[in-house]
């Protein structure tokens, strides 16, 4: 069944730039009808939705980090990344990716990874 | 941004307890409303996406309702795996946006 697998460093300084990949498995990126999004949840707190991207590259950001965030897609590697610039102790989290239905679908969630914790720390 | 506020935001029950969580849009959202269960350590699991269909796997206790500002989620009867913590979640538009849990506790 459709696996999804975050992956990159645990511990990133402040000032610099938070880098993660999701790896797809068990299914195509580029299937038509789904997007593929970051969500984050600081210690201790709730959800936060960061954005989206469709396979074509079209992408969908929180106005709260839209001045930070990048999220790209390779299909030829079933992967999607985060880039998170200027990153503060306030961007410590646990960070998810996951897939998220479309219109049909209403949009929700329904695959994530298990998720991967960034400190940001010096 | 669309607010989605949550009640209670803790509760503690019982096995075989009937339970209703409540969520509550700032505008309406017609039924783009989404409830996720979420265990400690473990990423959130959506329980019920369009107000109130159950997604493909999930026991047949758990039914959600509601359309416009407000949604209900109910339990008809509580089992020990229940105990986790909910989310609501607007996708109506962008940013999508979460309730700030309710946490369900063991009486």
Same mark, same amino acid.
């Given at each position: 069944?459709?696996?999804?697998?975050?992956?990159?460093?645990g511990?990133?300084?402040?000032?610099?730039?938070?880098?993660?990949?999701?790896?797809?498995?068990?299914?195509?990126?580029?299937?038509?009808?789904?997007?593929?999004?970051?969500?984050?949840?600081?210690?201790?707190?709730?959800? *936060?939705?960061? *954005?989206?991207?469709?396979?074509?590259?079209?992408t969908?950001?929180?106005?709260? &980090?839209?001045?930070?965030?990048?999220?790209?897609?390779?299909?030829?590697?079933?992967?999607?990344?985060l880039?998170l610039?200027?990153?503060?102790?306030?961007? /410590?989290?646990?960070?998810?990716c996951a897939?998220?239905?479309?219109?049909?679908?209403?949009?929700?969630?329904?695959?994530?990874?298990?998720g991967?914790?960034?400190?940001v720390?010096? | 941004?669309?607010?989605?506020?949550?009640?209670?935001?803790? &509760?503690?029950?019982?096995?075989?307890?009937?339970?209703?969580? /409540?969520?509550?849009?700032?505008?309406?959202?017609?039924?783009?409303?989404?409830w996720?269960?979420?265990?400690?350590?473990?990423?959130?699991?959506?329980?019920?996406?369009?107000?109130?269909?159950?997604q493909?796997?999930?026991?047949?206790?758990?039914?959600?309702?509601?359309s416009?500002?407000?949604?209900? &989620?109910?339990?008809?009867?509580?089992?020990?795996?229940?105990?986790?913590?909910?989310?609501?979640?607007?996708?109506?538009?962008?940013?999508?946006?979460f309730?700030?849990?309710?946490? &369900?506790?063991?009486?």
């Amino acid at each position: 069944q459709l696996q999804l697998q975050e992956s990159g460093p645990g511990l990133v300084k402040p000032s610099e730039t938070l880098s993660l990949t999701c790896t797809v498995s068990g299914g195509s990126i580029s299937s038509s009808g789904y997007y593929w999004g970051w969500i984050r949840q600081p210690p201790g707190e709730g959800l *936060g939705w960061i *954005g989206t991207i469709y396979f074509s590259g079209s992408t969908s950001y929180n106005p709260s &980090l839209k001045s930070r965030v990048t999220i790209s897609v390779d299909t030829s590697k079933n992967q999607f990344s985060l880039k998170l610039t200027s990153v503060t102790a306030a961007d /410590t989290a646990v960070y998810y990716c996951a897939r998220q239905g479309g219109s049909y679908d209403y949009y929700a969630m329904d695959v994530w990874g298990q998720g991967t914790t960034v400190t940001v720390s010096s | 941004d669309i607010q989605m506020t949550q009640s209670p935001s803790s &509760l503690s029950a019982s096995v075989g307890d009937r339970v209703t969580i /409540t969520c509550r849009a700032s505008q309406s959202i017609t039924t783009y409303l989404n409830w996720y269960q979420q265990k400690p350590g473990k990423a959130p699991k959506l329980l019920v996406h369009a107000a109130s269909s159950l997604q493909s796997g999930v026991p047949s206790r758990f039914s959600g309702s509601g359309s416009g500002t407000d949604f209900t &989620l109910t339990i008809s009867s509580l089992q020990p795996e229940d105990f986790a913590t909910y989310y609501c979640q607007q996708s109506y538009s962008t940013p999508y946006t979460f309730g700030q849990g309710t946490k &369900l506790e063991i009486k």
